[in-house]
T-cell receptor, first 111, second 113 residues
Framework: RKEVEQDPGPFNVPEGATVAFNCTYS??????FFWYRQDCRKEPKLLMS???SGNEDGRFTAQLNRASQYISLLIRDSKLSDSATYLC????????????FGSGTQLTVLP | ETGVTQSPTHLIKTRGQQVTLRCSSQ?????VSWYQQALGQGPQFIFQ???????GRGNFPPRFSGLQFPNYSSELNVNALELDDSALYLC????????????FGEGSRLTVL
């Protein structure tokens, strides 16, 4: 079983739609959580950190449920420019702060 | 841009050859991490260097080795290349063993034939 699992998609949604991505992680001794965005053939870039209390950045909302070992990302009012692969990332305790990535969920926002 | 530069951007090698990939970290960053990203997968941690010493290693064989120089730039060396080594190799720089955000370079895309 992979340490970080995501639904690979692809998700094809119309502009303006709300879309949610889920991610589960296997190790309860986990330290930090993030969502990264990766455009086609480019490097990953940090989208947002995920906090236990949940956090929001504009149209993006991230949630963490430590008891269920579950992370989510909600995108409201999707834009064409949101089309990308979204990577769930966990830093496990004692791991020299190495990022453990999920395989990514591909999103395409259609006009 | 992130200020992290990698070279070469693309290269083609044959099975059994050796390759060296290079990374210049963002100014002031003393930690460099290397990741391998196969097609359709998320990046996988290879190793991290902090102040010229290896500071953690993922599940990669010894033929993957690295160096960090006094100016904090870094090299990734892969010996005895295998077809499965074909991937995007990403370098990420950060402060102090990864505290805070990691900044990725655009990667070196390696094809092994």
């Amino acid at each position: 079983r992979k340490e970080v699992e995501q639904d690979p998609g692809p998700f094809n949604v119309p502009e303006g739609a709300t879309v949610a991505f889920n991610c589960t992680y296997s190790n309860s001794a986990s330290q930090s959580f993030f969502w990264y965005r990766q455009d086609c053939r480019k490097e990953p870039k940090l989208l947002m950190s995920v906090y236990s209390s949940g956090n929001e950045d504009g149209r993006f909302t991230a949630q963490l449920n430590r008891a269920s070992q579950y992370i989510s990302l909600l995108i409201r009012d999707s834009k064409l420019s949101d089309s990308a692969t979204y990577l769930c990332v966990v830093i496990f305790s004692g791991s020299a702060r190495q990022l453990t990535f999920g395989s990514g969920t591909q999103l395409t926002v259609l006009p | 841009e992130t200020g992290v530069t990698q070279s070469p951007t693309h290269l083609i090698k044959t099975r059994g050859q050796q390759v060296t990939l290079r990374c210049s970290s963002q100014s002031g960053h003393n930690t460099v991490s290397w990741y391998q990203q196969a097609l359709g997968q998320g990046p996988q941690f290879i190793f991290q260097y902090y102040r010229e010493e290896e500071n953690g290693r993922g599940n990669f064989p010894p033929r993957f080795s690295g160096l960090q120089f006094p100016n904090y730039s870094s090299e990734l060396n892969v010996n005895a290349l295998e077809l499965d080594d074909s991937a995007l190799y990403l370098c990420a720089s950060s402060l102090d063993r990864g505290k805070g955000e990691l900044f990725f370079g655009e990667g070196s895309r390696l094809t092994v034939l």
